[in-house]
């Protein structure tokens, strides 16, 4: 999806549809009658037609993806799109600290170290605005962001600072937190 994810705020969460549904443990049952939003983060061709690819919008941000067809339920009825991607958008507040990073994997890695030069140093030293060896063993949390997609964020704590003699003088290992 290009402006996506879409959510959908019409669609009705139904017995019908709770009992059909291989995840109903993510739905707030309370709702079950009710116009019940989704986030609809795809759709793909099924054996029956159509369908859009769905999560509820969980209370604790984690649910599987559901299948809903074109059209059931009332969840094509009324749908809001952002304008945007958001992915300039930080979500996580700061401080921030800018890397690049060439590939998405480390999103799922646990720390990343990473070679920086004396100017990335002096910005780091601005974000966390303290003297590093009371950021090192106090562990402050700041935010790593992509330089280029500021959404794509990790929270997390300086470990480790070295001064090296390659083409970065500094190297630098930050250990993700995850909330």
Known sequence: MARGPVVSTS??????????CDASFCFDKSLIGKEYPLLIVGWEMASFGEVWLVQPLARDGTSETQKVAFRQFGIDDHCIAPLSTFEDTSWQP???????????????????????TSDDLEELGNVLEEDFTKVLKAKKKFVTRSKTRHAHSRAGYLKTLERQTDEFPWRIEITFLDD
């Open 11 to 20: 669609f009705f969460l139904s017995k019908s549809f709770m009992k059909k």
């Open 94 to 116: 700061g401080p921030y600290f800018d890397i690049h990073f060439s590939g998405t994997e480390w999103h799922t890695w646990t720390s990343v170290k990473t070679g920086i």
